[in-house]
């Protein structure tokens, strides 16, 4: 079987000090793996925004790294409001942010949008009042 | 290549393994073993944290010396406008110009009139191209490797401009042959540095085979003979008066101040141009057209080979700026005319350097960061660094690395300790029960 390498981060939601860590780690953890440099900013890109929606909407979240030497995985589990129309939710511009998310440049209706566009797989699956698990995969070749 | 070349050097026999080069280090490029200090070629920047806290004095900048100029028959001096602020309010910059002449340059060049000219090429390549955004300044060189080995996914985003160092350096050796009839390589231009890394792009230049700066002298080194022939000389000098808003350059925000783009900022010290540089990987701050980033927190006033203390050298360049700051010394038409002359380009490409990844081959590196990760719980996390590595997970990554042994980590070492003298304690009293009982038998 192939070698994988695992490591789970904890996000808190509204803990906007420590947001962006987890995917800061995922990338020297790429970087160390030898990943090719574009893989490991889309890596960034997409792990990142799915982080800050965890610091915006949820109350916390599991994230789960994983690489294989052909996949990488980012899998986040929130416990928070859920997403009652993913589809909508997927628009290039939608935005639920409020204004003080705004204010710190968020929101701006690209954060799973743009983890699309960084990923070669993208799953959602969320359930009101219960929470949103965003799956990432991407190709390391 | 990896470790080609460095501007530092640790002198062994000066090292008694004191560890506050191995704290500081911003890239964890160093170890101490056997009470002794050594870098990790591949991780080093050169940014000269290292120099600036041993005690010892035991990690010398590699600049040049005096005696290095003798092979040219002519030599121009370049200062770095960071210079003309470490001298007191009466001293100009023309007089400083002046009096490097009198300590032996056969002539002088302000840099900071280049500056002027890099910040209008700066403003129109940001007014006519459309590569990513934010572009990064790449006049500090340990910032431009900091990207080459940790981030070489914006290495699109250095802006490809020539720095006023090297620009002055091509137009006063172009001015001077035309003058003396001397070829260039009789003319030695010479810049007074203030940090070891702006040695790394003379002796190493990013792209090209070669720089047009010959050498560079600390500027603590000839600081002490300039202040002597400045503090004898009767004021008085040939010099025009040093103009423009390149004076500002050698302070953080010193180029942003030159641009009319809206959208900039300025970052100085490498904790923070970190965080920068993380949030444009990860696509924060598309928004924003140029960043300007220095290595030292106070940028060039507070380089590693500088005298005064930075503060109270930026605040002589928010004086000088102020004074002579706002009489441009540059034709801005002009300097557009060089500019899509490709006059201010840099050539080739800035190439990637990655820090050697923990295998070559992904399986393995996969094994060695799993294996990487599991020594990391074993050991306190309170990176207290006696083992010599500046932090537990730089020593599991040198464990698995077979640099070091696990048990030259304290906490372990007494952990198998206790384990060992437990064991031991329980085989005597064991040894020493069956030998009681058969002394009992025998005796009884």
């Known amino acids: 079987m192939d070698n994988t390498f695992l490591q789970t981060f904890k996000i808190q939601g509204g803990n906007i000090y420590n947001a962006g860590k987890a995917s800061t780690e995922i990338k020297a953890i790429l970087k160390q793996l030898g990943i090719n440099a574009r893989i490991v900013r889309r890596v960034a890109i997409a792990s990142y925004e799915a982080e800050m929606n965890v610091v915006m909407y949820a109350k916390q979240a599991t994230l789960t790294f994983e690489v294989s030497p052909s996949q990488i995985s980012i899998i986040v589990d929130d416990e928070g409001p859920g997403i009652p129309d993913v589809s909508l939710a997927m628009q290039e511009g939608f935005s639920t942010a409020t204004r003080e998310m705004r204010e710190m440049g968020f929101g701006a209706g690209m954060g799973l949008p743009n983890i699309k566009k960084n990923s070669d797989y993208l799953k959602i699956e969320s359930v009101i009042g219960k929470g949103t698990k965003v799956i990432i995969t991407l190709n390391v070749n | 290549m990896h470790g080609e070349f460095h501007t530092i050097k640790f002198v062994d026999d000066l090292c008694d393994g004191h560890m ?22 591949d991780r080093c920047i050169d940014c000269g944290e290292c120099v600036r806290v041993c005690p010892n004095n ?21 200062p770095s406008p960071a210079f003309y602020a470490q001298f007191g309010k009466d001293t100009t910059p023309s007089l400083i110009l002046e009096s ?31 590569s990513p955004r934010p572009l990064i300044s790449s006049f500090c060189p340990a910032i431009v490797q900091l990207i080459q080995i940790r981030y070489p996914n914006l290495l699109d985003h250095l802006i490809p401009i020539e720095s006023p160092m090297e620009i002055a350096a091509r137009e006063a050796k172009n001015l001077k042959m035309k003058e003396t009839g001397l070829k260039a390589s ?10 070891p890394a702006k040695m790394l792009s003379i002796k190493n230049p990013l792209r090209k085979k070669h720089s047009f700066i010959d050498g560079a002298i600390a500027m603590r080194d000839i600081y002490p003979t300039l202040l002597q022939t400045i503090s004898q000389s009767n004021g008085n000098h040939d010099i025009k008066d040093i103009q423009g808003l390149g004076l500002g350059w050698p302070i953080v925000g010193g180029q942003v101040a030159c641009l009319k783009a809206e959208d900039c900022f300025a970052v100085g010290g490498l904790t923070d141009t970190v965080r920068i540089l993380e949030d444009i990987e990860n696509d924060r701050l598309k928004d924003i057209q140029y960043v ?17 203390n930075p503060y109270i050298a930026r605040g002589r ?72 590595s500046p932090t537990c997970l730089a020593f599991a990554e040198d464990v698995v690395l077979e640099r070091v042994m696990l048990d030259d980590c304290i906490f372990v070492a007494i952990k198998k300790f206790e384990k060992l003298s437990s064991d031991l304690l329980e085989t005597v009293l064991r040894h020493s029960e069956k030998i009681n009982s058969n002394i009992k038998m025998i005796t009884s």
Not at chain 2, 20 to 41: E, G
Not at chain 2, 58 to 78: E, N, P, R, V
């Open chain 2, 292 to 308: 300007e980033c220095h290595s030292c927190p106070t940028a060039c006033v507070g380089g590693t080979l500088t005298v005064e």
């Open chain 2, 100 to 130: 490097l002449k009198k300590i032996g340059f056969n002539d002088v060049y302000d840099v900071a009139c280049a500056s002027e000219a890099v910040s209008i090429a700066i403003q129109e390549y940001l007014d006519t191209n459309k």
């Open chain 2, 58 to 78: 035991a990690i010398i900048a590699m600049t040049s010396s005096f005696k290095d100029f003798s092979k040219f028959k002519y030599t121009i001096a370049l």
């Open chain 2, 317 to 388: 360049v928010l004086r000088m700026v102020e004074k002579y700051g706002l009489i441009p010394c540059q034709n801005r038409e002009k300097i557009r005319g060089l500019y899509q002359k490709n006059f201010f380009s840099l050539i080739g490409k800035i190439s990637p350097h990655p820090v050697q990844p923990l295998d070559e081959e992904i399986s393995r590196a996969i094994e060695k960061m799993q294996k990487k990760q599991d020594i990391h719980d074993k050991l306190p996390k309170i990176d207290c660094g006696a083992c010599g």
């Open chain 2, 186 to 195: 009789e003319i030695g231009a010479i810049y007074i540095t203030p940090c």
């Open chain 2, 20 to 41: 506050h080069c191995m704290r500081v280090c911003p890239t964890q490029a160093i170890r101490v073993r056997n009470q002794k200090a050594s870098l990790l070629d």
